[in-house]
């Protein structure tokens, strides 16, 4: 009995002494930020930029309001440098940022990534004689001309079968169908053209009505012609650029301290340093440079906003950048938003706004 009493009070000695030490332990507060969040922004086109009205605007600015609206968050935008943006979150100045390049090292909390950009080419829309020249004797120009043969050989000789009876002098009549044939040839091509010389012309219904059909559907034809000859024949020095081997090559432009100037540097390619992607352009399209560097939508966002620079953009398909919010270490927020942010990027206007803000 005695042996019973003195394990029931050395017990309840030492549940006292373990309640005591964790309520004396400090607890982990809530991660999850109450009342108005510090959200760090900095210029970085067409992610993040100030507009005439001295707000910001752009993909990055309408992703996050697109969440606040759905969730009770209320916030303040802080105009920072992106040098500070991962210093900042780590100190607890700032509750998030809405864009930095995910990467495994950073000491912050990255939501799940919502875009992805490679490196972009940028090069004088300009063409050769010699270029175009080489674009003539290349396997996709001789596809082009044998599938276009082919269906003027088709329209041809309907042509010819409707008319060969009631329209001998246009279409060679029944005893020549290889005359006939080239006369329908001959006519679904100039007639595709809109060239229209008049010297042959059907004359039966049924001749006249697959004439109308085939003016409309010409016109459809011509247009997918023509860009298929331009890509072709003047796709320009975009596409052929080999990176990095090729920018060696060439006289090249970057921003310095960008990840694509640094990109530059470690692959021991010789560059001219530039402040700004606009002015890097603007060289490139006064043939300054032969190539400018940078993330393709910055490229092209800068190119919509300058529409008389005659400059062309191409993926290099090298050195992903790819885009996410932060926000910091330990925090609730950045699993609290993935869900919505996924259900906005995964809507067809999200598609939208970014061809609205970086066009092809």
């Not at 982990?28 to 930029?49: A, I, N």
């Not at 041809?156 to 279409?171: A, C, Q, S, V, Y």
């Not at 860009?227 to 060696?248: E, T």
Request: aromatic share 10%; hydrophobic share 45%; glycine share 8%.
């Amino acid at each position: 009995m005695r042996f019973l009493v003195l394990r029931s009070v050395v017990l309840g000695c030492l549940s006292v002494f373990v309640s005591y030490g964790l309520s004396a332990q400090p607890r982990m507060e809530d991660s999850t930020v109450v009342g108005e969040w510090q959200v760090g922004v900095y210029e970085f086109p067409p992610f993040m930029m100030k507009n005439s009205d001295d707000e910001w605007e752009g993909v990055s600015v309408e992703l996050w309001q697109d969440l606040v609206d759905s969730l009770d968050i209320v916030y303040q935008f802080q105009e920072i440098r992106q040098g500070q943006a991962t210093d900042l979150i780590t100190s607890g100045s700032l509750d998030a940022v809405l864009l930095l390049p995910v990467r495994a090292e950073a000491p912050v909390q990255f939501s799940h990534i919502y875009h992805t950009s490679m490196l972009g080419i940028a090069t004088a829309q300009t063409q050769s004689l010699s270029s175009i020249v080489k674009g003539l004797f290349t396997m996709r120009f001789l596809r082009i001309v044998v599938m276009l043969s082919v269906l003027l050989l088709i329209v041809g000789t309907i042509m010819w079968f409707l008319e060969r009876k009631t329209n001998e002098d246009n279409f060679g009549g029944e005893r020549n169908p290889v005359q006939g044939i080239g006369s329908g040839f001959w006519w679904a091509g100039v007639t595709m053209t809109t060239i229209g010389y008049g010297d042959k012309a059907p004359v039966t219904f049924w001749g006249r009505a697959v004439a109308l059909l085939w003016m409309l559907i010409a016109m459809a034809v011509t247009a997918s012609l023509t860009a298929a000859l331009v890509s072709v024949v003047g796709g320009g020095m975009a596409q052929s650029v080999k990176v990095p081997d090729g920018l060696r090559k060439k006289q090249v432009g970057a921003v310095a301290d960008s990840p694509f100037g640094k990109y530059l540097k470690h692959q021991n390619v010789t560059f001219e340093s530039y402040d700004s992607v606009e002015e890097g352009l603007k060289d490139v399209a006064d043939q300054e440079i032969n190539i400018f560097v940078h993330n393709t939508p910055t490229l092209r966002y800068w190119l919509n906003e300058n529409s008389n620079l005659a400059v062309q953009v191409a993926n290099a398909e090298v050195l992903p950048q790819r885009y996410a919010m932060a926000f910091p270490v330990r925090n609730d927020n950045a699993t609290r938003l993935n869900i919505p942010l996924l259900k906005i990027i995964n809507q067809p206007d999200w598609r939208e706004r970014i061809d609205r803000y970086m066009p092809k």
